[in-house]
């Protein structure tokens, strides 16, 4: 059963809407013991990072998250602000993230500062992904597949070899990041039309 986690944040009903068109199991949950059935996880989220991890505290479900993600290797997928989420921290605020992958949240024209960078912000629209690490996540998408984004951080990590895929937008940074059993992803799939469902579906049957 795939647990997509509701704890007011995130395009909750979209990431529904797929798995009922494919037929997956799945469930929305909004309390620990109901997240406690899920074989995978679905952590959605949009806004602040301050509030969307304000929300997430105060949901209970955290420290569920933590044993569940950490101590017992249930795989997860964050999604925008879901992913920055599994950072240390964010420029953009002063809570603690989950941790679970090494690296911060930097705002976008911050990155390369000797740039002049033009760019409006948030990053808002569709854009090409390079894949820079092969994975069953990836399974069936082109090298440069599109993805629509909605965002003005992405998730700096601290290993390289944790950036599955990047993506441009004046400077490159990660879109997929990957450690383990934990999975972010920096676009919305959910609204991505056949690749993400493409891979929401791998994320599901992998």
């Known amino acids: 059963m795939i647990a997509i986690i509701d704890y007011g944040l995130g395009n909750i009903r979209a990431f529904s809407n797929v798995y009922k068109r ?5 469930c ?16 959605p989220g949009v ?42 921290k964010s420029d953009e605020g002063t809570s603690k993230g989950l941790g679970w992958i090494s690296g911060k949240v930097k705002k976008i024209h ?3 500062k000797q740039e002049s960078f033009n760019y409006p912000l948030p990053h808002m ?7 820079e690490h092969q994975d069953s996540l ?12 909605l965002h003005s951080y992405y998730f700096e990590c601290q290993d390289n070899d944790a950036s599955l895929a990047t993506v441009k937008y004046n400077s490159k940074f990660s879109c997929i990041v990957k450690s383990a059993n934990i999975y972010g992803v920096q676009f919305h799939p959910e609204k991505s039309h056949e690749n993400g469902i493409i891979l929401l579906k ?4 992998a």
């Open 22 to 26: 494919l037929s997956i199991s799945h």
């Open 28 to 43: 929305i949950v909004n309390t620990p013991k109901e997240l406690h059935q899920a074989d995978k996880i679905i952590l």
């Open 47 to 88: 806004g602040s990072f301050d509030y969307a991890i304000s929300l997430l505290n105060s949901s209970g479900m955290r420290e569920t998250l933590n044993t569940l993600v950490i101590e017992k290797g249930v795989p997860v997928l964050g999604v925008c602000v879901g992913m920055q989420l599994m950072a240390f």
């Open 110 to 112: 911050d990155r390369g």
């Open 125 to 131: 629209g569709w854009n090409n992904i390079e894949i």
């Open 138 to 149: 990836l399974s069936g998408l082109s090298s440069r597949a599109r993805f629509y984004f």
């Open 202 to 205: 791998n994320f599901a049957l």
